[in-house]
């Protein structure tokens, strides 16, 4: 599962560079919003390689600045602990939501050093009219291998879109961490998953 996780994690990360969605004051389509970002957020991660590098911590601050601003980690949350959340009180959820996002800083910043200006293809976009919830498919080239299928799952919020899942190759990323996270509840308690979380990050 850990394996899992930390290729899920790298492909991600390599994918992610292309979708740092910003807040822009006039609304746009998700896909095209993607597209639009990809150029410049690949640039940003060229142009500060020598700094990551040197700096381990200065990713942290770049994931932060680019990716985790777009992303709904409460509803990512909400369906990460299932029925789990529902029992939960105010001060267990907020715990786990500040310490889930560490956990996503961290693994991206470790497998952000991997990437190596991988292809990245989108896909045709495809949703009725008026939809709120949506999806921007996408493929990662892989040297010498098959490419590997992206899926961003997005829902507009107001006048912006959020993340609240991305499917790799068929495996959810927010399903994935449910499986693994439900399992350690169910042995020792929402408690010290916490913290087991807040040691690691």
Do not use: C
């Amino acid at each position: 599962m850990k394996r899992l996780i930390k290729v899920m994690s790298m492909l991600l990360v390599l994918s992610l560079a292309s979708i740092a969605i910003m807040a822009i004051a006039t609304p746009t389509g998700p896909q095209e919003l993607i597209e639009s970002v990809a150029n410049q957020t690949l640039e940003r991660i060229k142009k500060d390689k020598d700094k990551i590098k040197a700096d381990p911590k200065f990713v942290n601050g770049l994931i932060e600045e680019l990716v985790l601003p777009n992303f709904d980690f409460e509803r990512m949350s909400r369906w990460v602990l299932g029925k789990h959340w529902r029992k939960a009180n105010d001060s267990q959820k907020q715990q786990f939501i500040e310490e889930f996002k560490n956990l996503l800083i961290r693994t991206y910043a470790t497998s952000l050093l991997e990437y190596s200006n991988q292809e990245i293809r989108y896909l045709p976009f495809r949703a009725a009219a008026g939809a709120e919830e949506v999806t921007v498919r996408s493929e990662i080239d892989q040297p010498g291998g098959f490419a590997i299928p992206i899926d961003y799952q997005l829902y507009q919020k107001g006048a912006e879109w959020k993340v609240f899942d991305v499917i790799i190759d068929d495996v959810s990323l927010v399903t994935n961490y449910r499986s693994s996270f439900s399992r350690e509840i169910r042995q020792s308690g929402l408690d010290n998953l916490i913290k087991s979380l807040a040691e690691k990050n």
